[in-house]
């Protein structure tokens, strides 16, 4: 059964970096088959798409956050990161770590349960 | 970016009731479209993916159809679990995915 949790501070201040985890158990974050991606969900802008990376560290970012993003694997740990620079009140939302669809096309079968990040001084 | 968006934006119903939710794109998206359920506090729940085969293990009430850029979710015989609001995604493109901004479905 796989599961996902994220995990990290859920208080940053603006302009500041935030730094989330993902931790997966059930499934390698080295499998072939999979990428493993970060989406977010705010009042103002609903569900967003963030990025995703693939085992061998390919990744894909939305181009309105991709000059902020970095994700990175830890296969020893068999998690994924994300982080995300020079925040703002804007990036305030519950970020979702996922796993895209082993079917190669950009749908997520599996997601985490959700952590709330909230930027504030 | 390809804009999604649903109608309605609140739906109330009674359980028992047949559910139409519309989803649209800006442009053709053929049928790279998915479905989620997104309940309160917990996070969405795939439901449809290529505008009409549904997931393992959802209820075969839940139905999807459609192509290029109008598309509907249909519920076919409303249940007290299904109260929750759904959200429309396409993937014709990565670059990048995008979301509708979600239908509720209340409690009449």
């Known amino acids: 059964q796989l599961q996902l949790q994220e995990s990290g501070p859920g208080l940053v201040k603006p302009s500041e970096t935030l730094s989330l985890t993902c931790s997966v158990s059930?499934?390698?974050?080295?499998?072939?088959?999979?990428?493993w991606g970060w989406i977010r969900q705010s009042p103002g802008k609903g569900l967003e798409y963030i990025g995703a990376i693939y085992y061998s560290g390919t990744t894909y970012f939305n181009p309105s956050l991709k000059s902020r993003v970095t994700i990175s694997l830890d296969t020893s740990k068999n998690q994924f990161s994300l982080s995300l620079t020079s925040l703002t009140a804007a990036d305030t939302a519950v970020y979702y770590c996922?796993?895209?669809?082993?079917?190669?096309?950009?749908?997520?079968?599996?997601w985490g349960q959700g952590f709330l990040v909230t930027v504030s001084s | 970016d390809i804009r999604m968006t649903q109608s309605p934006s609140t739906l109330s119903a009674s359980v028992g009731d047949r559910v139409t939710i519309t989803c649209r794109a800006s442009e053709s998206i053929s049928d790279w479209l998915a479905w989620y359920q997104q309940k309160p506090g917990k996070a969405p729940k795939l439901l449809i993916y290529?505008?009409?085969s549904l997931e393992s293990g959802v209820p075969s009430r839940f139905s999807g159809s459609g192509f290029g850029t109008e598309f509907t979710l249909i519920i076919k015989s409303l249940q007290p679990d299904d109260f929750a609001t759904y959200y429309c995604?396409?993937?014709?493109?990565?670059?990048?995915?995008?979301f509708g901004p979600g239908t509720k479905v209340e409690i009449k």
């Open positions: 059930g499934d390698s974050i080295n499998s072939r088959i999979y990428y």
């Open positions: 290529r505008t009409s």
């Open positions: 995604q396409q993937y014709v493109t990565y670059s990048p995915i995008t």
């Open positions: 996922a796993r895209r669809s082993g079917s190669g096309w950009w749908y997520f079968d599996s």
